[in-house]
């Protein structure tokens, strides 16, 4: 990259032919942030301010909408399911497929390929297509309207990029770890959880960050499994809201604010992990 | 001798330990993926009364999808989704290239740039759709923009109008994930070596040609994942359109998709009345599941060959 920027031009042409595409990227980054601006203040105007003034800071910050959002949309009950549906299906899919991925990446079993790409065929297959057997499997199952069957699901879904990802990272561990942890009589079960589990940490943040994205984020099963209000997820509240309260913008700003709130301070928090992710699994949506 | 004997021991441990540990990730994932996978692909090829088979249907599930009035809704949803999946190759995927070029170019900021840019892909489609549909309103900040600056006239109704709504949807689609194709190009140009460059710069290529001619044919491998997974968004787009346009992909179906289509045989909204036609609903799903697997197939195959080895 260096190699480029020291063509020998002069400093202050160089900067001047730089100045197109630093304006380019300045445009983007204003189409990004402006939205996010504005959804951010209009949080704090009434409808006839968000009308009034647009773009300028509102003019008293008030709490009006959040309380209204969470009280009375019951935004908060929503935002709970979804942290409870968000939290069991990291653990879950975390859980299952470090214990999958362990043999098929460690032991010499001859059928560890064949285990392997029956796992990974997951990530190509589109389980949305298959929601009318599912839906019946869920109620045969009395899952229906239930958290932990959208946790059994998601955890399903998210099983063939975590297995991929474990495996990966498994399998470029020294063998002398676990031959070593066995000579001492460590169980195999030890050996996973204590020795080769924290060897893989960033594997670990990868699939808790990505699954945690994914399944705060959907709304497609909820949308299909769930009718009680009882058991809505945050997706799912807002798809309704938008139409409800269609009048009272202020509201729905405010009620995405919340919404987005947790990912918003994963993502300032995590950004670099997140970015570093992608490259190494790019199993995103 | 003692040595063989631990070691073939241990081997069985391992082989009943291996199909210990793999079970509780195969049962699920079986259960709830493969299991209804496999079910809707067989149920495909029978007539249902309700959500119960009643009888061997042979391909008549199949023919129905292209005779009217499903003919109508298929060819319509079918044309949406390629015209989605072009607008994506090149309003998200080609101008993500530019990003990742000038990013590429100037080693300062590129990280505090990706960060802003990916920041919208981490939202969920629902909030993106809905904060969309908000702005580009009648009265919302986009009209008013647009009429501040002498652009526009009046009101804005770009989302009801169906010669500009499915655009405007693979526009909010784009803003949501252009993040991705940065991320992935700038990955790639920089493992292409500086001396390709070097030399390249030294033969007289400006920047365009160095982009074109130098860095595109080794951005291969990057450019075939974003089109096989750009082509596996598309076709399952179903969120931005329920949140913005409704489940009948308003304005009348001009934004209808596959899955929407799709959804609206399986669980009841279509038709005047509507009625489920879950054989219909599961000859269009093992339909799209040909698209999906034999369309990925070939992109990878495809982009398989183009990568060019140094």
């Known amino acids: ?285 | 001798m003692i040595d063989r004997r631990r070691k073939s021991s241990l081997k069985r441990t391992q082989q009943r330990m291996a199909v210990l540990f793999i079970l509780p990730a195969l049962a699920v994932y079986a259960l709830f993926v493969l299991y209804p996978l496999a079910m809707s692909l067989w149920g495909s090829f029978f007539i249902w009364k309700g959500l119960r088979i009643t009888e061997f249907a042979g391909l008549s599930n199949f023919s129905r999808l292209f005779v009217f009035p499903s003919s109508a809704r298929l060819y319509g949803a079918l044309w949406h989704n390629t015209a989605w999946f072009f607008g994506i190759m090149v309003f998200q995927n080609g101008i993500g290239l530019l990003f990742a070029w000038l990013l590429f170019l100037r080693d300062r900021g590129a990280a505090f740039f990706q960060s802003v840019f990916f920041f919208p892909a981490v939202l969920s489609p629902v909030i993106v759709g809905a904060l969309w549909r908000l702005l580009l309103a009648p009265g919302g900040v986009v009209e008013w923009a647009l009429n501040g600056l002498g652009l526009h006239q009046g009101s804005l109704t770009v989302l009801g109008n169906s010669h500009t709504a499915l655009a405007m949807l693979v526009a909010v689609d784009a803003w949501n994930w252009m993040g991705l194709p940065v991320l992935i190009y700038t990955a790639g140009l920089r493992q292409i070596s500086g001396q390709i460059f070097e030399a390249a710069k030294l033969d007289g290529a400006g920047n365009a040609r160095m982009l074109f001619s130098v860095a595109l044919p080794l951005l291969m491998p990057a450019l075939g994942t974003l089109t096989t997974l750009s082509f596996i968004n598309t076709f399952n787009q179903f969120d931005i359109v329920y949140v913005m346009q409704g489940v009948q992909g308003n304005p009348s179906y001009s934004t209808d998709t596959l899955v929407t289509y799709f959804y609206r045989l399986a669980f009841g909204a279509e038709g005047a009345v509507g009625i489920t036609d879950i054989g219909l609903a599961l000859a269009l799903g093992t339909m799209l599941f040909l698209i999906l697997s034999v369309g990925t197939l070939l992109m990878l195959r495809f982009f398989d060959r183009r990568t060019v080895q140094l």
Not at chain 1, 266 to 275: D, P, S, T
Request: hydrophobic letters at 55%; a positive charge; one cysteine or more.
């Open chain 1, 1 to 285: 990259m260096s190699a480029l920027t020291m063509a020998g031009n002069p400093v202050i042409s160089r900067r001047l032919s730089r100045l197109p595409g630093w304006t380019v990227l300045a445009l983007w980054t204003a189409a990004v942030l402006l939205p996010l601006y504005i959804l951010v203040v209009s949080c704090f105007k009434s409808t006839a301010e968000i009308y009034d003034n647009r773009l300028g800071l509102p003019a008293s910050w008030a709490f009006d909408n959040f309380v209204n959002a969470w009280t009375r949309a019951d935004l908060g009950h929503n935002f709970i399911n979804s942290l409870i549906v968000t939290a069991g299906a990291v653990i879950l899919t975390i859980v299952v497929s470090a214990m999958a991925a362990y043999p098929l990446s460690r032991y010499r079993l001859g059928w560890n390929a064949i285990m392997l790409g029956l796992f990974l065929s997951g990530i190509m297959l589109p389980i949305r297509l298959a929601s009318v057997e599912l839906f019946t499997l869920m109620r045969n199952l009395g899952l229906l309207d239930s958290l932990t069957g959208l946790i059994l699901v998601y955890s399903a879904i998210r099983i063939p990029f975590a297995v991929f990802i474990f495996a990966n990272f498994m399998r470029v561990l020294p063998s002398e770890l676990d031959e070593a942890a066995r000579m001492d009589g460590a169980g195999e079960v030890r050996i996973l959880f204590q020795i080769i589990l924290p060897m893989v940490k960033p594997a670990v943040s990868i699939v808790a960050i990505f699954t945690a994205i994914a399944v705060w984020n959907d709304f497609f099963f909820p949308l299909i499994f769930i009718f009680d209000d009882r058991y809505k997820t945050v997706p799912l509240a807002i798809s309704v809201f938008v139409g409800q309260y269609r009048t009272d913008w202020g509201l729905v700003f405010a009620s995405l604010a919340i919404s987005m709130a947790p990912i918003l301070i994963m993502y300032c928090l995590l950004a670099r992990q997140i970015r570093e992710g992608v490259g190494a699994g790019g199993g995103m949506k």
